[in-house]
Every structure is written in structure tokens, then in C-alpha cells.
């Protein structure tokens, strides 16, 4: 008889020690703490037909965004497709094919079939979850947890981890009320769930409650900076509330000490780092030799066209940097690569390729021809993932170029928008001056 898993499915091939192993991975995942991969090498190093152990090790290097992880994630698959496995883990590997083979939404509707059968099953949700944050689908971050939920409860191993992932549904809803409250709960049972302290400072950065993020990560720091590799991008978070507040000296610290300190050439990582910089790069603010250290860390992906999202980020360091040649790699490879099929080419297609034309643009003083191209996409530029305080950037280059432009009735009208939004920010309030002093139209009296 085959162990069980800590929700009760069988696990075919596995031995009561190589089990042990996946459920710690499990939880170091659910955490994103200490180091899965090697904790699942370890069980199938005990249990080398351990056929959720492979599937899991193929959904931990695909779910990294990587061209570069993919080679391991193959080798995962093609370990287990001539094992014998149950109809749910021949779902995992079926889902696993459709994510080889670039199409991220068939990986995704191959993990909720599991579900529909399998309530419980952490892998086939997390894993689902990730990737409706990647393709930017806010309501199936939301409704894809809440339809488990009631076959779910506390006493359940790794219920913290559902109650995390709802949050943060919640709050890309806008449900922020809820979300802060379920994020609190999930932190109740496991202290160290990141991913719920993550969904907390995503509704403390929404409702420009600065200090209060603040207050939330610094307090709870020994929870979430240490072995965690989903610290960079809290610590980013954290950056965060001190630049809207212009505390640009303390987001310089986060940003050579945390952000940036071991120069980390996981894309995750450096999203964050270039988000950070352009940010700065926006308001004026010299960054000095960071942006080449960053471009550097991009540049081996330059040519790769694999994710939008990340190639937007690459952009960014490209641009100011001043590597135009890395640029122009970055444009013409998502050129190549459109009209080749898969989910990708369609992110490309739509809203990554446009939106690293507009940073080009914007590079070369071209104002106008950035706000045309965001123009274009800001109101589905969700498609290519992201949450909605990093997507900001992009309104925040618009609005930049809108005034850079002379374009003071459009700078005014996303001014309004941003205010109305998020009437605690000091940078809406900077935004505001700025159109007093410029005097746009005949608005000025609609300026508060």
C-alpha cells in the first residue's frame, strides 16, 4: 500500500521516508523557505519511481519562468512518463506537458481537472495559483482557492497555505478588507508563510497605508528575510512604502543591502531590482553604476523571449544602463518569437513587445510615441502578469511621459485617477504640485 501525502492521496512509487521528504517540501515551498529542490532530490534520490515526487520536481523549475529551468524540468517529465501512477498524478503529468510545450493556460486547466476531483491537492493549487498570477488572472487567484475552501479546514496540514493564497486573491480584487484578514489568519497558524505576509503588504501598498506596511514588515522581519527565497522581493515591498514616502536614502540602503546584496541572477530577483530602479530612474533620482550591475545580471537573457514580464523588466535595466545593443536583442527576439504559437507569444504580442518599445522610446526622449504604445495596452496589460502594484510602473512611466511631453491634460486626468485611488500618497500629492505649477488648461480649478 502506497504512503499518503499530508491531505491523504496516495503517492505511487514513494517510501514512507522518500513521503516524509515531499511533505517537508511541500511546506518549504508553501513558505518559500530553505530549499524544495533539494529536499525533493533527496526523496527521489530514497524513491526513484516516486511519481509525485518527479512531477513536483518538474513544477518547481517551470514555475521558476526560466528558459534556463527548463532542461530540468524535461528531465523531471521524462523520468515519469513510463511510471505507473494513479488518474490524479497522470493529471500532474499531463499538466506538465501542456507547460513544456509553452501553453500556460492548458497547464492551468489541466491542474483545476485534478482539482475538481482532488480538493486538497497542495501541488495541483499552488502550482495553479502561481500561474494565474503569472498570466495576471486576478478573479482565478481569488475563485480557484474559494472553490476548495470548504473542503478545506484547520485541521488539515498546510491550511495556513490556502487561507495565503486567498488573500492575496482577495486583494488583486480589490477585496482588501478580507484579504488583510485572511492574510492575518494564515499567519496565525504558520508565522512563517511568507506568501500571507506578502498578501498583507500588497493591501498596505494599495490603500497607501505606508506606515503601517512599514510596521508590518520590520516588525515581523525574523519571519520573513531569513532563509526564504521569496525575501527579495518582501524586501521590495518594503522599499516600497519608504519611496512613496521620498525617503529615497532608506530605499537606497534596501536596495544595495537586500534587494541587491548578493546579486542574484534569479529573475524573480532581478524584476525587482529593475522595477526598483526605474522607479527611481522616473523621478530623476541618479542610481549610479547600479543599473550596469543589473543590466549585467539580464544580460545572458536577453535574447531569450521567454516570459513578457520578464523581458519588460530586462528592458528597463537595458535602457538605463545604456546597453542599446542588449535593447535591440530584447526587441528583435520577441519579434522572432511572435506568431510562434504557445501563451507566451500572445503576452509578447499583445503587451510585452509594446511596452518594451515605449521604454526604448522613452530612452531616446521620444515622449509622444510612449504614451501612444501604453496608451495602448495600460487597461490589459494584466494579460502578461504581475500584481497591480508592480504593473504601476507602467502608469507611472505614462504619467512621466505625459508631462516630459507637454501633455498636462493627460498628466492632470491620470493624476485624478491615481488620487482617487490612493488619496494617501505623497507621490499622487507630488503629482498634483507638479500640475499646479504647470498650470494645465483650465483645470486648475479641479486641483486640490
Known sequence: MSPKDPQ????????????????????????????????????????????????????LHILATERAAMPEAEASFNAVTSLPATDRETGHIAAIQKFLAGDMHGGIEALESILLDYPRDVVALQTAHLFDFFVGD??????????????WSASIPNYHALLGMYAFGLEEMGDYRRAEDYGHQAIELNTRDAWAQ????????????????????????????TDNFMSVHNWWHLAMYYLDLGQIERVMDLYDNRIRNDRSEVALDMVDASSMLWRLHLRGIDVGERWSEIAGAWDPVASDAFYAFNDFHAMMAFVGSGN???????????????????SNDAMTAQIGHPLCKALHAFNHGDYGRTIELIRSVRTIANRFGGSH?????????????????????????????RMALKPTSPLNAQFRRRLQEDKPLQAQANVA
Open 324 to 342: 542599446n545593443e542588449a535593447a535591440r536583442r530584447v526587441l528583435a527576439s520577441q519579434e522572432e518569437r511572435i506568431g510562434q504559437g504557445g
Open 198 to 225: 506578502h498578501a498583507v503588504a500588497h493591501v498596505y501598498e494599495m490603500q497607501g497605508r505606508q506606515q503601517q506596511g512599514i510596521d508590518w514588515m520590520e516588525s515581523r522581519q525574523s519571519h520573513w528575510a
Open 8 to 59: 491523504g492521496y496516495s503517492l505511487t512509487g514513494a517510501s514512507e521516508k522518500s513521503a516524509e521528504l515531499y511533505a517537508q517540501a511541500l511546506s518549504e515551498l508553501q513558505c518559500y523557505i530553505d530549499d524544495p529542490v533539494a529536499t525533493i532530490d533527496a526523496a527521489l534520490a530514497e524513491s526513484p519511481k516516486f511519481v509525485m515526487g518527479h512531477c513536483f520536481r518538474a513544477f
Open 389 to 417: 502594484a508592480q504593473r504601476d510602473v507602467i502608469d507611472l512611466t505614462l504619467i512621466e511621459s505625459a508631462f516630459r511631453d507637454g501633455q498636462l491634460g493627460l498628466a492632470q486626468a491620470l493624476s485624478n485617477e
Open 138 to 151: 486576478a478573479r482565478s487567484l481569488r475563485d480557484r482557492i474559494a472553490r476548495r475552501l470548504p473542503q
